[in-house]
């Protein structure tokens, strides 16, 4: 099998809890679900009936035919310091005597994927993209989309890497994200700061509402430390209250993503707006610009 290996920094707190539901515990099935996801969100242009498809191909399935899972994902990390903390940090009136434990920022450990074989579409250097993209978009954990639970790779089959933390350029974002999927650019001159998704007319059955696939990116504006940015992000949250953003009950998860990257020793938002996948009810688009907008501070 094709493998890498990846050493990976936690960026701010991480709640990834184990069977308990209490104790945090790093494991492979957190990451392949997290990889998932990412994957399914870039591929917003295949129909259903492909969507599924190459995700059974490439992630496994219940058909036979298909089988198990062609990535497989080791772990490694040696006695990860946890803390207790809160993870609504905003709210300070509201501080829980007794927090939940997290893993501590600073912290690293490592990620081997491998492939069992390749597929047309997903080799080994797709594999890497995809995990660097889940990393910079996304984290692992309780409220991974309000900044917690974020990753940075800092090493590569024990060589420094370089991480992208810029939307465009050589080491940009986007030629990440267009391994996948050619309808993304950056929307310039307007807000040259943003990854929009430019769809296709006409679109032939793509882009179905039925699940969040990516349509805009944005990078936030100041670097400051990991408590600051999760508790501007608990507030923005806070401020900005609708069932848009995200709603307990009825469940659905919010589709404006919110994770962090690194910039020197402090870290920035990064802003993912997926696709508002709730046939129920209609989002208020300014309800979600107003959270983003306060994210990015």
């Known amino acids: 099998?094709?493998?890498?290996?990846?050493?990976?920094?936690?960026?701010?707190?991480?709640?990834?809890?184990?069977?308990?539901?209490?104790?945090?515990?790093l494991r492979p099935p957190s990451i392949k679900g997290a990889l998932r996801f990412w994957w399914r969100a870039l591929n917003g242009h295949l129909s259903l009936?492909?969507?599924?498809?190459?995700?059974?191909?490439?992630?496994?399935?219940?058909?036979e035919k298909v089988g198990r899972s062609k990535i497989v994902i080791r772990?490694?990390?040696?006695?990860?310091?946890?803390?207790?903390?809160?993870?609504?940090?905003?709210?300070?009136?509201?501080?829980?005597?007794?927090?939940?434990?997290?893993?501590?920022?600073?912290?690293?450990?490592?990620?081997?994927?491998?492939?069992?074989?390749?597929?047309?579409?997903?080799d080994l250097d797709k594999l890497e993209s995809l995990f660097v993209l889940t990393c910079l978009l996304g984290g692992l954990g309780k409220r991974s989309r309000r900044g917690f639970g974020a990753i940075w790779i800092t090493e590569k089959d024990n060589n420094i890497f370089s991480m992208p933390n810029t939307l465009n350029g050589e080491n940009g974002i986007l030629n990440l994200i267009k391994k996948f999927n050619p309808h993304?650019?950056?929307?310039?001159?307007?807000?040259?700061?943003?990854?929009?998704?430019?769809?296709?007319?006409?679109?032939?059955?793509?882009?179905?509402?039925?699940?969040?696939?990516?349509?805009?990116?944005?990078?936030?504006?100041?670097p400051k430390s990991y408590l600051d940015l999760v508790k501007g992000i608990g507030s923005a949250t806070h401020h900005h209250k609708d069932n848009s953003n995200g709603s307990a009950n009825p469940r659905f998860a919010s589709p404006v993503?919110?994770?962090?990257?690194?910039?020197?020793?402090?870290?920035?938002?990064?802003?993912?707006?997926?696709?508002?996948?709730?046939?129920?009810?209609?989002?208020?688009?300014?309800?979600?610009s107003d959270l983003i907008k306060d994210a990015l501070k």
């Open 257 to 288: 993503y919110i994770s962090a990257i690194k910039d020197g020793n402090n870290v920035k938002s990064i802003v993912t707006k997926l696709n508002y996948a709730n046939q129920k009810s209609t989002p208020t688009t300014q309800k979600q």
């Open 75 to 122: 772990t490694s990390h040696s006695n990860l310091h946890q803390e207790r903390f809160n993870m609504l940090p905003h709210k300070k009136d509201n501080e829980s005597p007794s927090p939940p434990q997290a893993y501590e920022p600073s912290q690293t450990f490592t990620v081997t994927l491998a492939l069992t074989s390749t597929r047309k579409n997903f």
């Open 184 to 222: 993304y650019a950056i929307d310039n001159p307007t807000t040259p700061n943003k990854i929009q998704l430019k769809k296709p007319s006409p679109l032939n059955g793509q882009y179905s509402n039925d699940y969040p696939y990516i349509e805009e990116i944005y990078i936030g504006h100041t």
């Open 49 to 63: 009936d492909d969507l599924r498809k190459q995700e059974a191909e490439i992630f496994g399935g219940t058909d």
């Open 1 to 25: 099998m094709n493998s890498l290996t990846f050493t990976c920094e936690i960026i701010t707190p991480m709640f990834l809890n184990g069977a308990d539901g209490k104790t945090p515990e």
